[in-house]
Every structure is written in C-alpha cells, then in structure tokens.
C-alpha cells in the first residue's frame, strides 16, 4: 500500500496539483479503498449519491475516484449531482460579535478576534499571516496564497489597526515573523484557533454555534445589513464569481433590517 500510495502521490502531483490537495486525495482514496474495491466504485458511488453527506464531500470523493480509475489506467467520468443553492440559516450579529470581543482577557485574544472579524479573511490565512503583511498607513492586509493559491489585499478599519498596533507593542515580532504565533512560539494553527473561538463564545454565553469560519460569514453579512454594495463585499471576500458572494443577500439576519427598503401600504 505504502509504494502504491507514492506512485499514486506522483502522479497526482505530475497532474499539476498543489501539496494540500494531493494530501486530501490520498487521505481520500485510503478510505474509500479500505470501504471497497476498485472494481465496485460505480455501486460505490451511487450508494454515495443516495446519502445525506455534503455536496462537497461526494464531489471530493467521486473526483479522487475519478483520479486513481485514471492512474490504474481505467479512466472514466461520472457525473455531478447538481449543486445546491447554499442558504446561510443563521449568522452572528454585531452585538454578539461585540459580545466575543469583551469576553477577550488579554491583548493576544482580541487581537486574533479582531482581525478575523474586521477582515473576513478564512481560518488558514490568518494563520499564514506576517508581520510584514500588514500596511498599517494604507490600512490593508495582504492575504498571500489564500483559496485556490490566489494572492489579494483586504481593507481593515481603524479600530482593528488600533487593535493591532496594541498587540505588537506587547509582542514586537517583525518582518517575516508570523502575526500571530503558539505560546510556545510556533506558528499558529487552526485547530488553537477553533478551541479560542469556542472559549470566547462559552464566556460571552452565546447561544449560537461559533467558529472561525461563521466570522467570516459574520463579516459578510453585516456588511449587507449596512449597506455595502455586494461588488465590494465580493471584493473584501475575494471570490472569484459573484453568485458565491449572492448567498449573503438571502440570510434571514440580512433581510430583517430591510423591512425599511420595502414599500408601506395601508
């Protein structure tokens, strides 16, 4: 199994592939092969179809399949399940965000909270963040290698500079330093990140489900609610096609502070 994982890593990487996603597809085919047979894939597959599992884990899966049928030589497509239209159920509000900062207990927490929530920048990219990403003066943060290897500049506010200028007269890392790092002086990951937010939240008494990634959602959300044109959140978030950006404009907490756009009758 081990040489065939490797052949396999090659030729994945041969495909043009970036490390993290031909880790994903041999973490992937380890555990579907240890489910079934190369030779079953096609029951395999529909039997997938006909679950409950996300949309992106089955096309994940069927992609992986795809990949391997093709590196024993077998190639063949199958087709997708149609995608669904995300709907947002639920978000956090200003109040409640404001509530996570106030539970912060010293400047390092609010920091990582403040930057997460004023940037919208995904869990993975905060972590990679450098000093020297941050331009103070112009007040934007430069996100490298985020989603799909892309590079992008963000708009931050004054307060979160605030926050920020803060924390590095505590912490004076520099240049190339990470922004943010462990206590042990390593680089900060996501799974730290997940357990700040969840304790943040249990102090704050929120009775909402938060993690990392609901800011982000947070982000985009309270900026419809205030007004934003939808061309500069989808700026802000940096996606690619602006129907990904169009999930945000059909969130409940975005449509209850809209009842003052509609028209009043008697």
Known sequence: MQTLNREFESFLFLKGLQPVTVLGHLAGINRILRQVEPEKFDEFVIEMYKSTFSYSYKSSSVKTIEYYLEFLGTPKRYNRQRKPKPLLKESLSESEINSLMLSCRNIRERAILSLLSYSGVRPKELCRIRVSDLNIGEK?????LGKEMKDGFVEISGRCITTILEYLNSFPFQGDDFLFQTLSGKQYNQCA???????LAKRAGLRKRAYPYK???AFACNMVIRGAHILYVKKQLRHSFLETTMQYLNTPIAWESREKYLPQYC
């Open 140 to 144: 934007t943060l430069f996100v490298n």
């Open 193 to 199: 990140l997940r357990k700040l937010i969840k304790v």
């Open 215 to 217: 800011l982000r959602h």
